[in-house]
């Protein structure tokens, strides 16, 4: 009889602690990319932004536009940024691709090409009173390469039907130092008026000028405080030279 108390006894204290357990809830699997959708945005300037965004299984969605690889099936058409900006080249139908945790999205667009202008007026830096006629304008680098015009009687120019992108441009004339201006972006049309700097002379002893002169002489001092003394002051110094720092001349 003893004995069979004793087990009767550690029977019950297994089940009492079996019973002030607490059960655990499993927990929910982490919620996993299901797809990806594409949404083209208003057009800016030479293109348009593309946005992905991918649904999960959790029912919500998240922006994944920079973090997707981008792609055009067509990029003699348009090109797309690895941050999904589109630069439309010229006029016709593609589809974009963005990939995202191996899932894929894509959207169709139909592009069309804008064309844009650049003109304005060439003139000669003060104090040069001369119309820039004749001048060459002309795009070095971009879509638009080898495109040129020359300035009219007044020093006027346009340059028109230039497609949309990133361009150099250069004025050229003899007389004078080119004028250049780099990464101009075209997304609207635009004014430029480029100012030119004659050539700076040589003396007859060999010494280049270091400035010109508000009466249109030339100096050859190396003493921003004497140069052009009796010439109404410096206009403005070559640069690089001694009265180019100085003066902050335009360059």
């Not at 009687?153 to 004339?173: E, I, N, Q, Y």
Request: aromatic share 6%; glycine share 10%.
């Amino acid at each position: 009889m003893v004995k069979t108390s004793l087990v009767l006894s550690a029977l019950l204290v297994t089940m009492a602690c079996g019973s002030a357990s607490s059960p655990t809830s499993p927990t929910p699997p982490a919620a996993t990319i299901s797809s990806v959708s594409l949404t083209i945005g208003a057009p800016s300037g030479a293109g348009f932004q593309i946005t992905a965004r991918a649904a999960k299984s959790d029912a919500t969605t998240i922006d994944v536009t920079t973090a997707a690889v981008w792609e055009s099936l067509r990029p003699a058409i348009a090109t797309i940024s690895a941050s999904g900006f589109v630069t439309v080249i010229t006029a016709g139908e593609l589809d974009f691709r963005a990939t995202y945790q191996g899932f894929e999205g894509r959207v169709h667009a139909a592009v069309q090409q804008s064309r844009y202008t650049i003109s304005g007026r060439v003139s000669p830096v003060y104090p040069n009173r001369t119309l820039m006629s004749g001048v060459t304008v002309q795009v070095v680098s971009g879509p638009n390469a080898g495109m040129f015009v020359m300035t009219d009687s007044t020093g006027g120019f346009l340059l028109g039907g230039l497609a949309p992108g990133f361009v150099d441009l250069k004025a050229t004339v003899d007389g004078f130092s080119a004028w250049s201006l780099s990464r101009l972006q075209l997304a609207t049309n635009t004014r430029i008026d480029p100012v030119m700097f004659p050539t700076p002379p040589t003396n007859e002893v060999g010494l280049k000028a270091t400035g010109q002169c508000n009466d249109i002489s030339w100096t050859y001092s190396n003493d921003p405080s004497r140069a052009c003394n009796t010439h109404q002051g410096v206009a403005w110094g070559v640069c690089p030279g001694p009265l180019c720092e100085p003066l902050g001349a335009i360059r």
